[in-house]
């Protein structure tokens, strides 16, 4: 059974990505993830950068030791992955998106 | 303590740890600014190690410090060293302390390349956030553990350890250690300045503690095994080790608190010595050292007694029947007992709890009373070199040291606990003399180095006033007469004087009277003299006279007769 298809209710996922600086893996990582959720999620999602060099003491309070490090925070319950998200699969797999097409 | 090794570990600067005895093996702390790696097994105490350095970072020499565990939870960090007077609370909220609990998950989904970025803004935000000069990284075999690209790790850890460097941070990154490494992860390729290994053993039933010194920038060193231990206060090191002989000595002497022992030894021990007193049971061992203490306390010096075999209160009361009071000098807070059985502990306990003390009660006496307790049970080869790791703390702090020891009569009684006897400076023997119905004491001097001492033995005479040395009195046959018989042979001998004195008295008295006599006759002889003399001037006078007047009457005749005078032949 499909948990992730939605029936009666609409869910807005919610997908934080921690990097450190502007650098290649950065910018790779924050085109593949828009990449990702355009083709996986549609318009059922939120995406928000948080640079940590810019805002330290986020990398405390998230426990991020990695970078980049992309946290699902909604649905529930919080997953997360670390990388430059290449690798496509590794990424749908860790935040546990079932691909749409059905 | 080498010289040779603090000379060479000297030339670098140093950032003292505050670790009970690990200052002294380092030649006075980390190399400063730079980064050290600590390997052990679980439980060998790196975490402590880790812990106490930044306190005492902060308590001792005003370094404020970041803690990063990947390790234990941080609540139970401080709960564990609370016991130590250790108040991590009350630091962090005075923001003298940052400690940081990295979670790790037990898998982490890679999708790509990543790097360990965060990890150092957390870092750097602590380090800024206290203002911190010491670092320590608990645990960062957990890090490695965690993700699986060793490639990246490495790059990253290599990164962190220049980063440390360039901050000047003086840090501690402790791992567990690998099988045939230091590290799991070949990690000491990484850290070139600084590497010290923890070692828990279990021998005998006892766990002895190891800290190694393996690498250490600008030293030559092989790196010495010093045994350690976890009390109650923390981490305690015993900077003591048998390659050593360099220490300055004294040529200053002090008192062994008993004038005619004092005299044995032209003056007394030298300051800094260690004394061995051996005997059978109840020869009065422990009497000399509390002679000792009494001397030492009354020149306001303190003297720390160890009691192995007799409660403090027991030793007090047994030294009061012989005139010593030392609950005076305890009160005054110069004398400290420890009192401690021998077998609750394994040795390296001992020498730490003792170590401890000495760093903080700083005594120029120590008393162990007895150290022949320390024979129960365990190997000789390791009390031995024990003992003479003892005996090095000692004279490396000056400390003059007075061992007891208990030997069993007989032949054996020369013969001391694991040869004692070799490494101390004097070594006083005390023996019972059976003679005559009674049995007293002798003291003899052994050996007493650099001293001109007497080789003969001592009568020891234990007194309500203390102990006495007195010389020895032989019988014509050459025995040795303690006790009554010796103040019967004293008697005899005074005796002896007494009448040879009286009759050299007598003869000269009767001489004076002789002379007196003979004086006395010279003075009638000349009386008479002088008489008969008179008698014979008087007589030769009138000789004279009588001439004279003959003369006379002769002339007068001739005159009468107008006769020419003639002369008659007289």
Redesign the interface.
Same mark, same amino acid.
């Given at each position: 059974m499909n948990e992730f298809e939605e029936d009666e209710e609409i869910v807005i996922w919610h997908l934080c990505l921690?990097i450190? @600086?502007r650098t290649t893996?950065s910018v790779? /990582?924050i085109s593949?993830l828009k990449k990702l959720c355009e083709e996986s999620l549609k318009d059922r999602y939120r995406i928000e950068i948080i640079d &940590? &060099?810019e805002r330290?003491?986020f /990398?405390?309070s998230e426990?991020?030791? /990695?970078?980049?490090?992309?946290i699902r925070k909604l649905p529930e319950p919080i997953r997360?992955?670390? @990388?430059? &998200?290449?690798?496509k699969e590794?990424?749908l797999?860790?935040l546990e998106i079932k691909p749409i097409e059905k | 303590m080498a010289e040779i090794t603090t000379n060479l570990l000297s030339q670098l600067e140093k950032c003292p740890t505050g670790i009970v005895g690990f200052d002294e093996i380092s030649g006075g702390g980390l190399p400063l600014g730079r980064v050290c790696l600590l390997s052990g097994y679980a439980g060998t105490g790196k975490s402590l190690f880790g812990i106490e350095f930044i306190v005492h970072g902060i308590e001792q020499f005003g370094e404020h410090g970041v803690f990063i565990s990947f390790e234990e939870s941080a609540t139970e960090l401080t709960t564990n060293v609370a016991s130590l007077g250790f108040d991590l609370k009350e630091h962090q909220a005075q923001g003298r302390l940052k400690i940081i609990q990295v979670e790790l998950p037990n898998i982490m989904v890679e999708t790509g390349e990543y790097d360990l970025k965060a990890l150092f803004i957390r870092l750097n935000f602590a380090v800024q956030a206290v203002g911190a000069k010491r670092v320590v990284l608990d645990g960062i075999e957990n890090l490695f553990s965690a993700f699986s690209d060793l490639s990246i790790l490495r790059t990253e850890f290599r990164r962190l350890v220049n980063w440390l460097k360039e901050q000047n941070l003086t840090a501690i990154i402790t791992t567990e250690r690998g099988r045939y490494e230091l590290s799991r992860h070949g990690l000491e390729e990484y850290i070139a300045d600084c590497v010290i290994a923890l070692d828990l053993r279990i021998e005998r039933q006892l766990a002895t503690r190891r800290i190694r010194i393996v690498k250490y920038r600008g030293s030559a060193h092989g790196g010495d095994e010093y045994p350690f231990v976890l009390d109650s206060t923390g981490f305690v090191v015993m900077p003591i080790t048998s390659a050593g002989l360099f220490y300055e000595v004294s040529n200053e002497k002090v008192t062994s608190g008993i004038e005619s022992l004092d005299e044995l030894l032209a003056g007394g021990y030298y300051r800094g010595s260690s004394i061995l007193v051996s005997g059978t049971s109840g020869t009065g061992k422990s009497s000399i050292a509390a002679h000792m203490t009494n001397a030492s306390c009354r020149d306001g010096k303190r003297t720390l007694y160890v009691a192995m075999e007799e409660s403090p209160q027991q030793i007090e009361r047994n030294m009061r029947s012989i005139g010593i009071n030392l609950a005076q000098w305890r009160e005054a807070g110069l004398l400290l007992f420890h009192a401690t059985r021998p077998t609750a502990n394994g040795l390296e306990k001992h020498l730490a709890s003792i170590t401890n003390i000495i760093t903080q009660f700083k005594p120029d006496v120590v008393v162990i009373d007895p150290i022949s307790a320390f024979d129960v049970g365990v190997n000789e080869e390791t009390v031995k070199l024990m003992l003479i790791r003892v005996v090095d703390l000692f004279k490396n702090k000056g400390i003059t040291v007075i061992f007891n020891s208990l030997t069993v009569g007989g032949d054996a009684e020369e013969r001391t606990s694991v040869g004692l006897s070799s490494l101390v400076d004097v070594w006083l023997l005390l023996r019972n003399f059976e003679f005559g119905g009674e049995r007293n004491r002798a003291l003899y001097v052994c050996k007493a180095r650099g001293i001109a001492h007497s080789n003969q033995v001592r009568e020891f005479i234990l007194s309500d006033s203390g102990i006495r040395l007195e010389n020895i009195i032989l019988d014509e046959k050459g025995n040795i007469l303690t006790g009554s018989a010796r103040i019967l042979r004293e008697t005899q001998i005074i005796g002896a004087e007494t009448i040879q004195k009286s009759d050299i008295q007598r003869r000269a008295d009767a001489i004076k009277k002789k002379r007196e006599l003979l004086e006395a006759q010279i003075a009638i002889m000349r009386a008479e003299f002088e008489d008969k003399e008179l008698a014979i001037e008087a007589e030769l006078e009138r000789e004279r006279l009588r001439i004279q007047a003959t003369g006379v009457a002769l002339n007068e005749l001739a005159n009468r007769r107008n006769l020419a005078t003639i002369e008659k032949p007289l």
């Open positions: 921690y450190a @600086g893996k790779d /990582a593949n &940590l &060099l330290p003491h /990398a405390e426990q991020i030791v /990695a970078t980049p490090t992309l997360k992955i670390i @990388g430059d &998200l290449s690798n590794k990424v797999l860790g | -």
